[in-house]
């Protein structure tokens, strides 16, 4: 109905845009019925982009142009693309800016933007972490968001702060305050960059300030709102040397904006339609009206004085007249620095820029974390979200973890793993992986050990809570090592008493009717068929990439590939090979530790199949060595005795906990002169020749088992591992070392 299915109707192309006659080709090429989006890329990192050109063709559309550094970087990308157009400049920062290659791709995008909105078209500029759970052209050509020219997504809810990852920009004239607006975002940093921001230092400003695209952006939002070219948070947050003067100058600058006087905020009903994701009667809208500002011949001092150097640098002389070469016969913008074009100014039209409400386009933190993009946590068949932008993982550690920010789509359930086979081969994992998100080709096929249902299911009820978790997780990851497997990262029941301590029926509720705890992601777990939590801290690079781990979303999809070369189906609907859906149990116990499961689901797996046991290996050597000990020189009475706490669960309904289903897992510190030998002996058996060609191998207990002297490398793996994965031994990020379980091995 809309008209805009575009799907093998754009042309390939590849050209240098710095000649506008090009970029009017390549527009021709790639854009449908004047429409065309914009996504910035290299090769340095895929993954986004495989996904998020998947996403659009799923939708119909494919009028994607690329933006890149130059022709290499284009051919790559086209190499791997083929259905697309790339495209770079041979215009660039001058070397003296400072600027890194990055903010230099970063400013194409904007200038490649404006300079398309002044030939006609309506672009949708975005990040290449953004996700669309719905056709986003099915609400933007729609009331009430057809009504503004610029829909952009919030940083922030509730604040007149833009996040510069997600842009649409529709209907606005050449000439007005829209194109003024994203013009000056880019030819400000320009000029404030000439001569190493000889300007900007000579007032007491700092140099590389402002100098991020989207921190150019909201500075500039201060100028098409008050009606007047002004600084609106550099006084501010370049003044380097603390200045009385440059801070009183700022707070007159936030006074003049008086953005309550300027947003507006009025409510609209809910299209019945759209009530999946708005998920209330009527949403609230929050916007400006843009106006082209202009100085009126003078600089007052009370505001700052002149923001630019006298003189425009060789840079914004070049971008003006490339604007007006792209468009020679558009109407002439009035000039801001001309009190004389005043009039002019005040004569053309204004123009609504709205932040988008969350509901329609939201960031991960502030609706995926809660859950809102899992359609099995929104109770319905979609998420309760139009468009998510990833944006920033603020949950691992490493605060800029921008590598893990496939995680949050496949906790979504929305990852498309056709395309990213399509992309790297079978090195689709982030084990399989650097920490750029770049294959490591010279990997082996990923070897995993994962913890069986039933040890799993006991983890919920670890009597010391989380720091029981983490020492269980270390254990976890020792056997792991000893096998030479990569540890599957486990969720937890999020019911549990230290994650949210609700039942399965409120979860089931929604996880946004209140706060979840701060680190823990919850999904719907298919195969628990209940709301399990991923532990944020395990997403940090070092848990997973290069090796270090996997996630159990990967695993789902290991074991489909598994199941397509074995006669076993390793799939989330069940586990097709010496086990039916009926209700079994099996135990074994062995000097005080005992394992009690009932097969709950069909997919569980029994002994002798991708299954070991560890505790009678242990407890064996334990009691070899004793009698050996005793036998021998009489060192036994050295040796301390080992004391073990059973480990038990039962099957149990997820809504419906009892006393006597609830699983328990307590620890206990076993730490004896045998370590050693018992670490050798499970490393064997973990070796055995039934487990040598397994890819993955459950384990059905977990006793504490030491990394044997004699296993230096493995030791230093493990130390590794430790220090790279703040999630094994710390509680918190950025908190020293004083929180934190010392790292072993040292």
Known sequence: MLGLCSLGESRPFLGDIYSGCTLKAALEARGFNKEVILIANSLHKLGGLIQLVANFESLGYSHILLLSYNREECEGLLKLLPQLGCVWSSFSFDADSGMHERFVLWFLRYRTMVRAVRLGYNVLMLDNDVVFFDDPYAYFKRRPFSDFTVINQQEWPNVHQANGGFIYIQNARPNGPAVWLFTEVTDRVMRHADKDWAWLRSKGLRRLCKHMDQDMLNEVLGSVVSGRPIWRETLNECNEFHDKQLNTWHNNVRNFINWDSHAKSVPWTTPKAWKYAVQRDSFTLLFLNMTLPNNHGVWPEELGGRIYPPERSRLSKLFQEQLMADCPLCPIMPDHEKGEDAAAAAAILSEAYLFAPPWLVTSWWHGGRLGTWDSMLSRGSRPRAVIGHVHWVQSACDWHANSVKAIPVLAAWHYNWTAAHAANGEHVFMCTQNSFGQPLLQSPPPRVLVMSPALHSALISVSTGLSGFQILLQWFVRIAILSGRMPVWPTLDCSA??????????????????????????????????????????????????????????????????????????????????????????????????????????????????????????????????????????????????????????????????????????????????????????????????????????????????????????????????????????????????????????
């Open 497 to 746: 008493p230290f994650i949210t301590n609700k039942t399965q029926n409120q979860l089931r509720e929604g996880s946004d009717k209140y706060a979840m705890p701060f680190g823990w992601l919850p999904y719907w777990s298919p195969n628990w068929r209940s709301v399990n939590c991923y532990w944020m801290f395990l997403m940090e690079p070092g848990c997973l990439f290069e090796g270090a781990g996997m996630t159990v979303w990967e695993l789902e999809h290991f074991k489909h590939r598994l199941s397509r070369s074995t006669n076993v189906s390793f799939g989330s609907e069940g586990w097709n090979a010496s086990v039916n859906s009926s209700s079994t149990s099996s135990s074994s116990s062995s000097n005080g530790y005992q394992l009690n499961y009932e097969t709950h689901d069909s997919w569980e797996p029994v002994l002798g199949l991708n299954a070991i046991q560890l505790m009678p290996v242990v407890e064996n050597t334990k009691s070899r060595y004793m009698r050996s000990s005793s036998e021998g020189d009489g060192v036994a009475s050295e040796v301390t005795p080992v004391t073990t706490t059973p480990i038990s669960s039962s099957s149990e309904n997820a809504d419906d906990k009892s006393d006597g289903g609830d699983q328990v897992l307590n620890l206990t510190q076993v730490w004896t002169s045998e370590d050693d030998i018992i670490g050798e002996a499970v490393m064997a058996a973990l070796h055995a020749e039934q487990y040598k060609t397994e890819p993955l191998l459950y384990l059905m207990d977990l006793p504490e088992v030491d990394i044997p002297a004699s296993q230096p490398e493995l030791r230093e793996q493990y130390k590794k591992l430790m220090s790279s994965c703040n999630g094994l031994r710390c509680p918190k990020c950025h908190g020293g070392d004083s929180g934190c379980m010392p790292v072993p091995y040292s």
